[in-house]
């Protein structure tokens, strides 16, 4: 069974740091790329980040790249979210998900299966 499931998430103070975690089965990460999104309320689900099926390279997006790195252990089968610095802008649920490709002005239209998500606050 084709599965992602997030964790990590909870409650952070502005200027700290978190990582989350996206446990995978049911597919092989060296024939699939790995996204992670996020959500806040009112708007749209935006790509912050994907590594490709080789683990070869990875894209971020332009206004996010300098506070966010991801990383992989296929081992573990888990995919990580490193978030440094956080914000209150960047309270929101945050997705990982299996693509196609990894293309991040492209990966959301890739996606063929998400996790559940996991909650992020930023708060003092």
């Known amino acids: 069974q084709l599965q992602l499931v997030e964790s990590g998430g909870g409650l952070v103070q502005p200027g700290g740091s978190l990582t989350l975690s996206c446990r995978f089965s049911?597919?092989?990460?060296?024939?699939?790329?790995i996204g992670w999104f996020r959500q806040a309320p009112g708007k749209e689900r935006e790509a912050i980040s994907c590594?490709?099926?080789?683990?070869?390279?990875?894209q971020y997006s332009f206004s996010l790249k300098e506070r966010f790195a991801i990383s992989g252990d296929n081992a573990e089968r888990t995919c990580y979210l490193q978030m440094t610095g956080p914000e209150e802008e960047d309270t929101a649920i945050y997705y990982c998900a299996r693509a196609d490709l990894c293309d991040i002005s492209g990966v959301r239209d890739s996606v063929n299966h998400w996790g559940q998500g996991t909650q992020v606050t930023v708060s003092s």
């Open positions: 590594v490709s099926s080789d683990s070869k390279f990875t």
């Open positions: 049911g597919f092989r990460w060296d024939q699939s790329a």
